[in-house]
C-alpha cells in the first residue's frame, strides 16, 4: 500500500461528522493523526464529547489527539443547529453520556500547527465545520499552513440554494470571516459545497437492509445518532434519509478523484443582511499568475461515493 496521509480532522461534531469520523478511521490510506473541534453544530464542548464517544466506540490502533478549539466564531456570537442534529449534536439518544478518554490540553490551533511543523507537505487538513480554527492557525502562523499538502473544507453553496437562509450553507454562515480568511488566503484548499453534498443521499432503508450482515453494536450506533438527523430531512427535504455532507469531504482525501475540481476565485459574504456566508465565484477571473485560488468540486461520483462509504463503514 503507498503510504498513509496524515491528517487532522477539525469538526463541529454533528451526526455527519461523527459518521465522517468513522469513515475516516476505518481507511487505512488516512492516518488520524488528530481530531480537533470547534463550534458549530453545537458547543464545543459537546462537539468534544462527541468526538470521544466515536474513538470510543470505533477504537483505533494509534494514539489519537482530541483538542477543543474555538468556542465561538472570530466576531460573531455562535449560531447552532440542535434542530438537525440535537441538542447533544448526535440525536439526543445519549451516546455520548459516558466517554471513557480525554481530551489533550492544548488548544486546538496549537495542535493544528505543531502537526503542519511536524508533517508538513504530507498533511492534509479536513475541516468539517466552521473554519474559525483553521482561520487563527493562518493568522498565528501562516508559513506552517502554506506548506501543507490540502485543506478540504465542507462549506458553500454556489448554484444550489442554501441551507441556512436562501444562500447560505451552515458552516460558512456560522463564521463567515474565517471562512473569507481560509478561501482568499491561497492556500491550497479545496471546497466541498453543497453543490456536490446535496448529490447524494443516504436512505434510512439502506441501514436497517443491513441489519443482519454487519457489526450490530456500530449499527445500532449508527441507527441511533442517524435518527434525529433523518426525521429533519423527511420534514425539510421530503425524503427517509439524509446528506452525507461531511464524509464526502473525508471521501475527496481518500481518493480525490471521486469529485470533478475546478480552480475559481471565491469570497465569502461578510456584510450582508440576507446573504450572510454567501460564497460566490468569479469564474472569468482566471489565475492571476501570482495566487492560488481554492479548487471547489462541482460533480461527485455518487456511485463510487456511496459503495466506498459502505464499505468503509461496515468493514
Ligand atoms: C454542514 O453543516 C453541518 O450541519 C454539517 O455537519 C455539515 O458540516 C452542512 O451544511
Ligand atoms: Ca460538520
Known sequence: M????PVVIDTDTGVDDALALIIALKSPELLIHAVTT???NV???KCTRN??????RIGYAMPVVVAQGAGKPLRRELVTARDVHGRDGLGDRSLSRRVSKRRHAAHAVEVLLEACERYGRELAIIALGPLTNVALAWKRNPRALRNVRSIVTMGGAFRVAGNTGPVAEFNYYVDPEAARIVLRSGLPVVVVPLDVTEQVVLFRSELTGRASSVDRALLDFVSDATAHYMEYH???EGFDGCYLHDPIAVAAVI???MVTTREVLVDVETQGTLTRGMTLAYPREQRSGRKTHPHVAHRIDRERFLSLFHERLWR
Not at 503507498?2 to 496521509?5: A, E, F, G, R, T
Open 255 to 257: 481518493d480525490p478523484s
Open 43 to 45: 458547543e464545543v464542548e
Open 2 to 5: 503507498s503510504k498513509q496521509i
Open 38 to 40: 470547534v463550534a458549530g
Open 51 to 56: 468526538v470521544l464517544a466515536v474513538l470510543d
Open 234 to 236: 423527511s420534514r425539510s
